[in-house]
């Protein structure tokens, strides 16, 4: 069964400084792995992708970095922002697209 | 440029009631989707439409969760004989194709089962 694992549940990083999120996964037979953002009362919002043949993607201040030989999966935000505190889930996806969550990490930026 | 709506926003329901959960994807999107959160969980996989088709009901937990999608577009998730465990964040998502576009989620409904 594929599982989707986020072993920090909180970090805490002053603003300005980097974020590195975490993810670990145990099945490899996926094309997507993704991020989402999400702020209390309100749904996930997609926030960046790497497809499995790639092993970097760039979007502003937010680099996706995915290593198949470990399965493991990592989100960097440079520098971070006070507006970026939220839960942030990883996720894959394969098929028609159903997608997979991880329980996520709550990051708090210290201004 | 309306997100995916979803209501209620809120709903309290005594054990053993029905209660029916409404979605209105983004105009267009082909793909719908139910996902179940529970507190500090991350999104469960329920139920996934193509228009109105249904084509993966997997995670739906027991026969007393029904989804339906009857036009393709409004979708409605019924739970029926309302249980504790069934309290959660009821999340419903749409997509444009089939083709790894992101998922956009609506804000969910919070149901509590008293």
């Known amino acids: 069964d594929q599982q989707v694992k986020q072993n920090s549940p909180s970090l805490s990083v002053q603003e300005g400084r980097i974020s590195i999120l975490n993810c670990d996964y145990t099945?490899?037979?996926?094309?997507?792995f993704l991020w989402y953002k999400k702020y209390p009362a309100e749904g996930p919002t997609f926030l960046i992708s790497?497809?499995?043949?790639?092993d970097k993607n760039e979007d502003g201040r937010f680099t996706v970095f995915l290593n198949k030989s470990a399965k493991h999966l990592s989100l960097h935000i440079v520098p971070s922002q006070p507006g970026d505190s939220a839960v942030y889930f990883c996720?894959?996806?394969?098929?028609?697209?159903?997608?997979?969550f991880g329980t996520g990490t709550k990051l708090q930026v210290i201004p | 440029g309306a997100g995916v709506s979803q209501s209620p926003r809120y709903k309290v329901a005594k054990r053993g009631q029905d209660v029916a959960l409404r979605c209105d994807p983004i105009?267009?999107?082909?793909?719908l989707f139910w996902y179940q959160q529970a507190l500090g969980q991350g999104p469960e996989f329920l139920t996934y439409f193509q228009n109105e088709a249904q084509l993966d009901k997997s995670g739906l937990p027991s026969d007393r969760f029904f989804a339906e999608r009857p036009e393709g577009s409004v979708s409605t998730l019924k739970i029926q004989r309302t249980q504790q465990e069934d309290s959660a964040v009821y999340l419903c998502?749409?997509?444009?194709?089939?083709?790894?576009?992101?998922?956009?989620f609506g804000n969910g409904t919070r149901l509590t089962v008293t």
């Open positions: 790497i497809s499995s043949i790639k």
């Open positions: 996720a894959n996806s394969g098929g028609y697209q159903k997608v997979t």
């Open positions: 998502a749409s997509s444009l194709d089939r083709f790894n576009s992101p998922l956009h």
């Open positions: 105009s267009g999107h082909v793909s």
């Open positions: 099945n490899s037979m996926f094309d997507y």
